[in-house]
Structure formats: C-alpha cells, structure tokens
C-alpha cells in the first residue's frame, strides 16, 4: 500500500508536524499521514507512533478543519472510525458456518437459556447436562485436516467464508501437522480454535520491542490476531502462539458421510482430540449437571481470570450432547445449545469533547462522539457511536459531560450514561442537524425508524459510502478494490457514482504510486469477473434501504432484467412471498429516478450484467411435483439422507423448508429419536407425519 520510501516520508513529516504550527497548506499532507498512521495501527500492526502522538496529530487536523473552515475530505480520518479490514489474503469457505453465540451475563440469563433449551427438548430432558468452557481473548480459527494432515487453516471473516492463513498457522508449535483421524474412520475434519498469546510471551515479547525501541503491542489479543495476518510466515512464528481447539465441527468420511456423532458427545470428542495431541482450553473435562453448576464455574473463572495464563474475556456454556444439539438446531444467527457467559466489561470515563455527524450507504446519519482518548480493556478509544438522536436524548448527553464508557462485549465502545453530579453548568445540548452535513439538503425521519436520513440521490458523500459497499465482499466482491482505494479514486476525481467502477482508465492507475501494471492489470480483471455476476448480487449492492440479500434473491428470481423493475407497482412486489410493502416501496423510489435508471444503464453499457442468470432461477419445479406449495421440516436422525440432502429433494418436488413446527408447517418427516417437534405437530391436526421411508417412497426415492 505504501512504499517503504513513502512511509520514511510520511513518518518524518509527521514528526516535523508535532513540533510545528500548521496551515492550511499543510492539510492534504497532514490527512494523508494520519491515514498512513491509522493503516500501520490498525491493518498492519505496527504502529510508528505512540497514541500521545497520533492524537496530537488528530488534534491539529481538528484544528485546521475548523479554523478554516475547509471543505472536509472524505477520506479525512475526522469523517470516519477506523477500520481492521485487510483483503491480502484470499477467502475460502467453512465446512460448517462459524455462527456467533448469544451473549448473556447474568444468572437469569443462563436460566432462560437453560428454560429454552428444555422447551426444545421435551421428553427427553433427564438428558441433558451442559460443558463449561474458558472463553479465550484471541483470534478464533477454523483447520482442516485430510487424510490426517493438516491443509488448511481459515480466520472466521464472516461465518461462511474467512482468510486462507494456512502458512502462519503451520508455525504454530501447539497445532500438529499430523493427527490420526484415519483411525476414527474420518478422512476430513475441520475443527474450531482461538490462536492466542500467553500473558508471559506477551511480557517478553513488550520487553523485548522495548529493548530495541519498537513499539509495543496494545494487548495479547492485537498481538495473536496480527500474528495470523503476517505476510511472512516466519514473522508469525516468532510471535510465538497458540492455538487451544475448543469443537469438532465437522467430521466426514471419504464419501462425505458425516462422522461426528460416533462421538456421541462434546466431552468424549475433546476427549479423543487431547488423545490426538491437541491443546485443549482445560486439563479436566469441565461438566455441569445444571445450568446453577455450569454458572457456578463461570463465576469462578471470572474471579479467577488473572490467574489464567491466557486473556479470558467470559465462558462458554453448551449442551454436551451431540443428538441433543442438532435438536435444538440454530438460528441464522447462532446455535440454540450453546450460549456465551460475558465477564463483566471494564469501564472508563472520559470527557465528551465534540460530535461528529457522519453517513452511511442508504443516507443515514450517526452522530459519533470525540471524547478524550483513554485506555479501556486495552485499547485506546476516541471515537463513539452515539446511534441516533433519540439515543442521545433519552441519555441526555452534552457537549462536555464526563461520561462512562465500557466496552460491550470487549469490542464496540459504548456510552453507559454521563455523570450528571459532575456537571459544571457548561455543558451544551448537542444540536442534530436538520439538514445533511455534506449536501445540505434537509434531512428526513420517518415516524417508524430512528435514523435521520440524507434523501439526495446526488450527495457526493453518501455516493462514496455506496461504492466503498458496492466493491465489498457482500455485495459485488471485487477483489482487492478496498475502501482506501475507492476513497483514492474518488479523491482523483475517477469516480462519482457506482457506474464509474467498470469504465476506468487502467494506464492511469497503472502509474499511480502503489499500484504498477500488474496491480492495476489485477484490478480490471476483478472487475472485469464482477461484471458477470448475479443481478441478486447486483440488486444487493445498489444500497436501497432495506432491501438485503434474501429480499434481492426473491426479486431476482421473477425478473429477466433488473430494469424490468422500473414498471413494477408496489402489488408486483407484496406478491412475493416475504416481500413487504417497506422493500417495495423503497425499490420503487429507487427505480423512479431517472439518475438511476441512466446509471443503471451506463453499468450495461460497460458490460455489467443486468439479465437474469442460473444462480438467480428458482429450482425448475414440476407441475406435478408432490410437495408443490407445501412448507416441511425433517426432524430426528436420519438413516439414509443428510438433513441437507433431504431438503433438496424437498425442495426440487416443491417444498419449501421452515425450521419450526407451527399452523403454518405441511409436512413433519421424522427420523430416528425425533422429540419435541415431533410431540408438538401430534398436537396439530393439519400436519402431516411422514417417516424417512414414507418420504422417499412419495418421491420415487424409495
């Protein structure tokens, strides 16, 4: 990103600046070091200046914005909240979605928990006992072992997909190369971890860049999480990690059939995992007969968390046994078996010192409060969201309260309350502007949201934000185009709207600095393969309100051509099932601009696709098909299907899956142990009970 002349350059001119009275004609310069800075901080984990100094820094680019008045760059760091984002690595996909788990932080709430837990698992209750597990501070990684090697290692990213980090984790002295899996009849196996940094290798790692005038890392955690993105392999060895496996995920034989539940159990699976030469999170394997028990050892370890030789920010509580888990199935969002014990947060205070307004893809605005850096749970915090306006009243937050932070969940800075009986009387209302910060237009609120929002088509600002979202991995995923380079181009002038990414001029950007021919060769090409992509990805990426991955999939199926949306009435929409009157209405404001439409047109003419493709259609669903309009659920194990083969079958005779039994479910097939669901659609006179058998009789399957 910076050549390595270019960051001497910068690292010299900003020190010159912190001993110096700036001007005007300092500014482009000083935005442009202070990116540099928050780049070597936060996405290279190498900072070169100390938190003292960057904030003076900050401070002086505070100043100059508004002794003159200046017309604020977008990409000045005071328009926006750093980011840990890094696209050097290429992404690859889970074999099992890592979800997140639910929070809780009290007794009530792990009793609620452990209250669902047996309403989903009625009759079979005496069953059920739960494994207590430290919650380390580090960075979460998935590994795959075939054939009982080790081939591949993966950060989290979003769930489904994270960074290939395979050569740094096979650095790592705890994580074995090898491991006879063979031995359990599983051929591919991909297990769960937390890569971390032991308090004492980070005592010695800190002494050690001391000793030798390097700065030091923040906490164990930044120190681990940046050891797994080294470029160079043998830099991440020498953080000296570890890694403590905490689930077998996933499990198969050379055909693919699944193997995990041989072991029955979370407990014996560790168990044969420890066998196997893996670190795990405990020496004894931590069951609990009751959910009282289970937060028992929760407080304990709370108590105890200093004298772990890790950072253990909480603990996790899981139902142990295998059956009972695939039961009580997940949700998009997390398993229902398994649930986060959360330590309490650490807090702080600090002085509110200004609100920033800033805004997002679909024009709404946050106000993000400046407050006097302090250090909380490790880090330095600065900057705070403040949500809303409504947000800012109910607090009853002004310009120069004391306030008190905490860090929910160890992750996001949130404002608890300002301490009123410290008020001097000079505290001021924060005023929410009534126009956009950026276009000047008049804001709008509608009476069912809580977000002021920007409603010019043709505020630069907002524009920006849609095509820093249009390029990302959720929407058109166009490799290596990341928001420091969308702010670049956007800066040169290249860029005004989403149309202007598939016509630019490559022997520009290939003498730009920090790019060459073959980086700007590299970035046409990713461009070039988005241009083919799905109009669902298309419809996504075009940042109407509302409208997310799932509603554009709904609409893409019913359209040939997404223009074919400009005629569409709010009727066309609500036909579709899910769809509502608020996506409708959104998409057909939208589609009634002509600034759009042209855009929209521009992009075809560039040779983006607008045309419905194979991943757009629906399965092609006989007339005839058995299932035709029907809703189903599998529940139990099944003998002769995966749940996820079953589904499809379903779905290809014209079913369509749900997750719960409900008046609104057809069909129950039910496999061997079926339980609860089972017992609740008895009860439901209008739901029809198929054994596996049965099932595949009905489809020419049998």
């Known amino acids: 990103m910076y050549s390595k002349k270019r960051q001497q350059e910068l690292f010299e001119i900003s020190k010159s600046f912190l001993n110096s009275e700036l001007t005007v004609s300092d500014y482009d310069l000083l935005v442009e070091a202070l990116n540099f800075h928050e780049w070597k901080y936060y996405v290279d984990n190498n900072p070169l200046l100390s938190d003292k100094e960057y904030d003076d820094l900050y401070q002086k680019l505070e100043i100059l914005e508004q002794k003159y008045e200046l017309a604020v760059k977008a990409n000045s760091p005071t328009q926006r909240v750093s980011s840990d984002l890094n696209d050097q690595f290429k992404s690859v996909k889970h074999y099992s979605p890592m979800l997140s788990l639910s929070n809780s932080y009290a007794l009530e709430d792990l009793q609620e928990f452990d209250s669902q837990i047996r309403k989903l698992l009625l009759g079979v209750e005496d069953k059920i006992n739960y494994f207590v597990e430290p919650k380390f501070d580090g960075g979460s990684i998935a590994v795959v072992y075939e054939n009982d090697l080790l081939v591949r290692a993966a950060t989290r990213g979003n769930g489904i997909e994270g960074d290939d980090i395979t050569a740094n984790a096979k650095t790592i002295s705890s994580l074995p190369l090898k491991a006879k899996f063979s031995e359990y009849g599983i051929y591919r196996v991909e297990l769960r971890g937390e890569a971390v940094m ?72 560790m168990s044969v995992l420890a066998d196997l030469g893996f670190k795990l999170p405990y020496k004894e394997m931590p069951l609990a007969g009751s959910i009282d028990i289970a937060f028992e050892t929760c407080r304990q370890w709370e108590s105890d968390r200093d004298a772990f030789d890790y950072e253990i920010d909480g603990a996790v509580v899981k139902l142990n046994d295998f ?51 302090v250090q ?75 977000a002021w929002r920007c409603v010019n088509p043709s505020c630069e600002e907002q524009n920006l934000q849609k095509m820093i979202y249009h390029v990302s991995k959720e929407a058109m995923n166009i490799d290596g185009f990341g928001k420091s380079i969308v702010e670049k181009f956007y800066q040169l002038g290249w860029l005004k709207d989403i149309g202007d990414i598939y016509n630019l001029d490559y022997d520009k950007i290939s003498v730009l600095e920090g790019f060459g021919e073959k980086s700007a060769n590299n970035l046409k090409s990713a461009i070039d393969n988005a241009k083919s992509n799905s109009i669902t990805r298309l419809l996504n990426s075009l940042s109407i309100h509302h409208l997310g991955k799932r509603a554009s999939k709904l609409i893409a199926r019913q359209i040939e051509h997404i223009l074919d949306l400009a005629r569409w009435t709010e009727e066309s929409y609500t036909e579709i099932k899910d769809i509502g009157p608020v996506v409708a209405k959104n998409v057909i404001s939208y589609f009634s601009i002509q600034a759009n439409i042209e855009m929209i047109k521009r992009m075809e003419s560039f040779g983006v696709n607008l045309s419905q493709t194979e991943d757009d259609k629906p399965l092609k669903i006989a007339d005839d098909a058995i299932f035709k309009g029907k809703t189903i659920l599998f529940t139990g194990a099944l003998q002769n299907l995966s749940r996820k083969e079953a589904q499809t079958l379903a779905e290809q005779q014209g079913a369509r899956n749900i997750s719960a039994v409900s008046s609104n479910l057809d069909i129950l097939v039910v496999g061997e142990k079926a339980g609860s669901k089972l017992k609740k659609a008895q009860l439901l006179e209008t739901i029809t009970i198929l054994t596996e058998e049965e099932f595949l009789r009905l489809i020419g399957k049998a």
């Open 198 to 269: 032991s308090k004492n290798n980070f005592a010695k790692k800190n002494q050690i860049r001391q000793e030798i005038g390097l700065d030091l890392f923040a906490n164990p955690r930044n120190a681990a999480t940046g050891g797994l993105r080294m470029k160079d392999p043998m830099e991440a060895k020498e953080r000296g990690l570890d890694v403590f496996i905490f689930q077998m995920a996933y499990a198969s034989d050379e055909k693919g059939e699944s193997r995990i539940m041989q072991f029955v159990s979370h407990d014996k699976a």
């Open 323 to 373: 059956e009972l888990q695939e039961r009580a199935g997940s949700t998009q969002h997390h398993p229902r078996w398994a649930i986060a014990f959360k330590f309490k947060a650490k807090q702080a205070t600090s002085k509110l010192l200004s609100v920033e307004f800033q805004i997002g893809k679909t024009g709404a605005i946050t106000p993000v409060a400046k407050v006097e850096p």
């Open 376 to 450: 909380l749970a490790g880090v330095t915090v600065s900057s705070i969201s403040l949500h809303n306006e409504d947000f800012i009243k109910q607090k009853d937050i002004r310009l120069g309260d004391t306030v008190l932070i905490e860090r929910a969940g160890d992750v996001i800075p949130y404002i608890v309350k300002p301490l009123t009986e410290l008020r001097k009387g000079e505290e001021v209302e924060i005023a929410f502007p009534s126009d956009c910060p950026f276009c000047s237009v008049p804001l709008e609120k509608s009476e069912d949201q809580a």
